[in-house]
């Protein structure tokens, strides 16, 4: 019961009950797990997720066995820093990937995403208003684990520019940067799970061959920066608690 309300705390909506029709099961289990890999979730925290609703399945089954539709969910332990230099992301392949890249906002967004290296929560919830002038370019306001923080912006500069040139409600500051283009909610903020998929069509077709998600982005930029940051400044653009030890080295 326990793992029950802790799921429906989070992901099982609706919930699911002993008595619950197998189809309506089966279909809520294929939301929690899209729920889990829509997240900007770590390695660890997405396994523990699976984790429980593993568990959960398992008492729902009531025979003490997993069910077949959660026993092939892979939740092995992964080990630290087992991510090869070559599946990071680089440069050029986000030059690819901004060019393959559908349109202004989607431009905007993956460049962003880049070169400021934050998480996927952060960047969602920005605003036209988020955007400041600088004398040299451009600075962003991210709100996030650690309070905010001001990045300045250099190489995403063009897209965001062009991006708020045609921005449909580019006047208002407290609007949505990446907002909806079409549509019934066309002007609101866009999901979670678009900009995900966004992110694995575009990596599909500029034929990278690389994790496409916002988390390795983030981890792909911190590789990039911590031989050229120190610690004390990585934990300031990353947003990371100052004085944790080996938060950036995790990255490298």
Known sequence: ENLRLQLEETMLHPPVRRNSHPLESQLILSQSLEWVQDKDLA????????????????????NGEYPD??????????????????????????????????NPRDKAFISMLWETGARIGELIDLTVGSIEDRKNGKKVVIKGKTGARRLPLVSSVPHIQNWL?????????????????????????????????MLK??????????PMNAHHFRHSRATYLSTRFKEAQMCEWFGW??????????YT
């Open 165 to 197: 040139n045609n921005h449909p409600d580019k006047d208002n500051p407290d609007a949505p940067l990446w907002c909806r283009l079409t549509g019934r909610k066309a002007g609101g903020e866009v999901s979670y799970r678009y900009l995900t998929k």
């Open 43 to 62: 390695d660890p925290t997405q396994r523990d997720y699976k984790v429980i609703l593993k568990k959960f399945y398992k008492w729902l089954n009531g």
């Open 201 to 210: 069509r575009v990596g599909e077709r500029g034929d990278i061959d690389k």
């Open 241 to 250: 608690v100052q004085g944790v030890p080996d938060l950036p080295i995790t």
């Open 69 to 102: 539709k959660v026993e092939w969910i892979d939740t092995t332990k992964k080990k630290r820093n087992n991510k090869l230099p070559e599946k990071m992301l680089t440069e050029e392949d986000v030059e690819k990937l901004i060019k393959t890249a559908e």
